[in-house]
């Protein structure tokens, strides 16, 4: 059941992020600003905050672990915070570089030149990185000087839903791929041999609660007295 509310409030991000010329995401980006990502609000504050849109913001790192940003030209994919290049958004991968950095709120487009063919990534510091940090830096010129130049293409930036990307986002695919995560040994565990079993209906539910690991164990008892 968490799983499947899970992938259900995760249908929000997705149509957050691809209907952005709706009517309700209009209204959520103008009550809850966000100068970092056009993709994603992170500051939820007031009323509404602490209920409707606190559950779905807490799943934010969830659905992101299954997206990523096809940038396009680059001009609206936040360089440091969105998922564009690598496993997660490049300031978790690289903090130590984002702290230095002179525009953390910049986009891929302003730190990508092309001039003939000749690509360069133009990363202005606000200081000199020694040791780690410059460490850091050399890498992740690494990774940005091995895209292909034609990396950035014209056109806007699109999320991508990567267990399916000709299919898109659908409820059931993330359902899907959160089972895998939580029973990577057998996915299917919990339809096939709890809620088709042919036992009363209650002895279903117990053996549901052992799958999901909330049955008190002896130790937990003991500590509850």
Not at 138 to 147: C, E, W
Not at 179 to 195: A, G, L, N, Q, T
Request: aromatic letters at 14%; charged letters at 25%; hydrophobic letters at 40%.
């Amino acid at each position: 059941m968490r799983s499947r509310n899970q992938a259900l409030l995760c249908k929000w991000w997705w149509r957050f992020a691809r209907e952005r010329d709706s009517w309700w995401r209009e209204l959520i980006s103008y009550k809850f600003p966000n100068d970092v990502s056009e993709w994603m609000k992170d500051k939820i504050d007031g009323p509404l905050g602490l209920s409707t849109w606190m559950h779905i913001l807490k799943l934010k790192n969830l659905f992101w672990r299954f997206t990523r940003i096809d940038p396009g030209a680059g001009a609206d994919t936040s360089f440091w915070f969105d998922r564009w290049v690598t496993g997660g958004p490049l300031d978790v991968e690289f903090p130590r570089i984002v702290t230095a950095a002179e525009e953390p709120c910049c986009r891929v487009a302003d730190v990508f030149q092309n001039a003939d063919g000749n690509v360069t990534w133009d990363i202005p510091l606000k200081f000199t990185l020694r040791g780690g940090a410059e460490r850091e830096r050399i890498k992740l010129l690494d990774i940005l000087h091995n895209l292909p130049s034609d990396f950035l293409c014209a056109g806007p930036s699109r999320l991508v839903w990567e267990p399916s990307i000709n299919s898109g986002f659908t409820a059931n695919s993330m359902y899907k791929e959160l089972i895998k995560e939580r029973y990577p040994s057998s996915p299917d565990f919990p339809f096939k041999f709890v809620w088709r079993a042919a036992v009363p209906f209650k002895v279903c539910v117990f053996m549901w609660i052992v799958v999901q690991k909330k049955v008190l164990t002896h130790d937990a008892l003991e500590k509850r007295g």
